[in-house]
Nanobody, 114 residues
Framework: VQLVESGGGLVQPGGSLRLSCLAS????????MGWYRQAPGKERELVAR???????DYGDSVQGRFTISRDNAKKTVYLRMSSLKPEDTAVYYC?????????WGKGTLVTVSS
């Protein structure tokens, strides 16, 4: 499976952005689909992930500001980001994980700056 992210860009603090990740094939609903991010000089961290039968998981720093959703028919996972802060600046990676599979997209850059 291949994952292609889109929707990144430059946004002002307090603004919103929606990321999309399109998978090249149908992803089993029981697999995790999610978003991770990596800022310069920092380790990659979980932003949010989602799978059927479970509440989504969110990183502590984005809880209440970001919302993850998934459309299995469209093979797409979304990340709605609101109240963006400069510290949200990072490359955002899409990820699919399950049954020993662990696939990453190439990432999309989000820059929060005035």
């Amino acid at each position: 499976v291949q994952l292609v992210e889109s929707g990144g860009g430059l946004v002002q603090p307090g603004g919103s952005l929606r990321l999309s990740c399109l998978a090249s094939e149908t992803i089993f609903s029981g697999y995790w689909m999610g978003w991770y991010r990596q800022a310069p000089g920092k380790e990659r961290e979980l932003v949010a992930r989602i799978r059927s039968g479970r509440d989504p998981d969110y990183g502590d720093s984005v809880q209440g500001r970001f919302t993850i959703s998934r459309d299995n028919a469209k093979k797409t996972v979304y990340l709605r980001m609101s109240s963006l802060k400069p510290e949200d600046t990072a490359v955002y990676y899409c990820n699919v994980r399950g049954d020993g599979n662990n696939v990453w997209g190439k990432g999309t850059l989000v820059t929060v700056s005035s």
